[in-house]
């Protein structure tokens, strides 16, 4: 994350003291133009950038879309909003591109810029107390929620296999799904982070690891379900 933090830095892309003034939707092309730099194609080579590829991804997935053909159909239906945030946008990218350029890039790193996306922005909400002061971070305790999601219908059985050998059987890691588990900042409703476990009994392994990702401070609260 750090090598990550430091080539967006060197890069201009995280300087931006305005961050907390956008709007929703300029805070979406913010975070579509840090994870455009992990495009790891040869530029100059390429119809779609990887912003107009990562913007229809995001509008999609917000949107409520489920499938790669969905966020294709939900982009086609928003494109003159879409046309705002990124002028070179002339058509949607098809559900065969958006497929293809996700699967040239890795969830580990797309989850780094996010992390730190997610970081910068945390710093820039203001929070508003109980006594109508407002703290941008400091002086106040902070809430973070841990939950835990399975992805239906998404598993790959030799690899959870692989990855839990000897404590599963084949037969068992073809019934096991995907589990992701997360970290929210309830005060500023901001998720922060999160970890793909092969399977559920190994979420008590997850939870260290997102405690680890954020500035949690003394006083804050950490609450599961």
């Not at 730190?116 to 002086?139: C, F, L, T, Y």
């Not at 030799?158 to 309830?186: F, P, R, W």
Request: proline share 3%; glycine share 6%.
């Amino acid at each position: 994350i750090k090598h990550i933090k430091q080539e967006l830095e060197d890069n201009g892309l995280l300087d931006d003291p305005k961050m907390e003034k956008k709007s929703t939707i300029d805070q979406l092309k913010t975070l579509a133009g840090l994870m455009s730099s992990l495009d790891p194609r040869v530029q100059g080579r390429t119809v779609y950038s990887a912003t107009t590829i990562i913007l229809v991804a995001l509008a999609g997935i917000l949107g409520g879309c489920l499938s790669w053909n969905a966020c294709e159909i939900f982009a086609e239906t928003h494109l003159k909003v879409l046309k705002k945030l990124d002028r070179n946008i002339k058509e949607i990218p098809s559900h065969d591109t958006l497929r293809r350029f996700f699967c040239i890039i890795k969830p580990s790193e797309l989850e780094n810029v996010y992390r730190i996306w997610a970081k910068k922005m945390g710093e820039n909400i203001q929070i508003e107390r109980s006594d109508g002061d407002v703290d941008k971070r400091h002086g106040i305790k902070h809430h973070y929620a841990l939950d835990g999601k399975t992805i239906r219908g998404a598993a790959d059985a030799e690899q959870i296999l692989a990855e839990n050998e000897g404590t599963i059987s084949a037969e068992e890691a073809e019934h096991v799904k995907i589990h992701m588990e997360s970290i929210y900042d309830t005060d500023r409703h901001l998720p922060l982070a999160q970890v793909c476990i092969s399977i559920k009994k190994n979420e008590l392994d997850a939870i260290p690891k997102l405690l680890n990702s954020i500035d949690l401070g003394k006083d804050d609260i950490v609450t599961i379900d």
